[in-house]
């Protein structure tokens, strides 16, 4: 079964720095999502994605943060100088088109463990 | 603020029994509902999600949706151990595209 993918599994980097998440949603998947989970809180929306911009985004996802499709395969999540307060398990997700009013279920990556020291 | 509000648990069934959980949402305009399983540690994965009203049945798993009442549940009959984790109700409003409201989730344990 098709599945998202996710990279690194763990990343560990100093206050202040930049990272990079990075995602291979599903093939045939036209809509691409970050969402995050705070260790013990509940999963929260950051942004969505769809044909090369931006479609919805939160208000967690400020100028720190930015989206990218590099290539026809991978999307990533930046997060520029990072603070302590982005500690969190980041997940990817993807999903088909919407159906008439009918959402398509979207499918998660097994997500980035995200520590800032 | 669109809430989705679920019993945080733990919910204790014993093997075999039928496990019942609960979901309410604050707007009338979500659209779409999915129950996802969260094991601890790990990332949410698809069990069940459904559009209109009444019930949805796959395998072991029965969602059901009144919208106006505001409520979907999930029931998961003849529970293993295995179905031992996290169940995360999640929504889409109208015209919200297809973001995901999350609940915060129900504990379910299943007792031998």
């Known amino acids: 079964e098709p599945e998202v993918t996710q990279t690194p599994s763990h990343q560990v980097t100093q206050m202040g720095q930049e990272v990079i998440l990075r995602c291979v949603p599903i093939?045939?998947?036209?809509?691409f999502y970050w969402y995050r989970q705070i260790l013990g809180q509940k999963v929260e929306f950051l942004v969505s994605?769809?044909?090369?911009?931006?479609?919805?985004k939160s208000e967690i996802f400020d100028d720190q943060f930015s989206v990218e499709r590099p290539d026809g395969s991978n999307f990533t999540l930046k997060i520029r100088s990072t603070k302590l307060e982005d500690s969190a398990m980041y997940f990817c997700?993807?999903?088909?088109?919407?159906?008439?009013?009918?959402?398509?279920?979207?499918?998660f990556g097994d997500g980035t463990r995200l520590s800032i020291l | 603020q669109k809430e989705v509000e679920q019993n945080s648990g733990p919910l204790s069934v014993p093997e075999g029994a039928i496990a019942s959980l609960n979901c309410t949402y604050s707007?009338?305009?979500?659209?779409?509902f999915f129950w996802y399983r969260q094991y601890s540690g790990k990332s949410p994965e698809l069990i069940m999600f459904?559009?209109?009203?009444g019930d949805k049945e796959d395998g072991r798993f029965t969602a059901q949706l009144n919208k106006a009442s505001q409520y979907v549940s999930l029931l998961i009959r003849d529970s293993q151990p295995s179905d031992s984790a996290t169940y995360l109700c999640?929504?889409?409003?109208?015209?919200?595209?297809?973001?995901?409201?999350f609940g915060t989730g129900t504990q379910l344990k299943v007792e031998l």
């Open positions: 997700a993807s999903s088909l088109p919407l159906t008439g009013d009918s959402n398509q279920p979207q499918h």
């Open positions: 093939s045939n998947h036209l809509y």
């Open positions: 994605f769809y044909n090369n911009e931006i479609s919805e």
């Open positions: 707007d009338r305009g979500s659209q779409s």
């Open positions: 459904i559009y209109s009203n």
């Open positions: 999640a929504v889409t409003q109208r015209g919200g595209g297809n973001k995901l409201t």
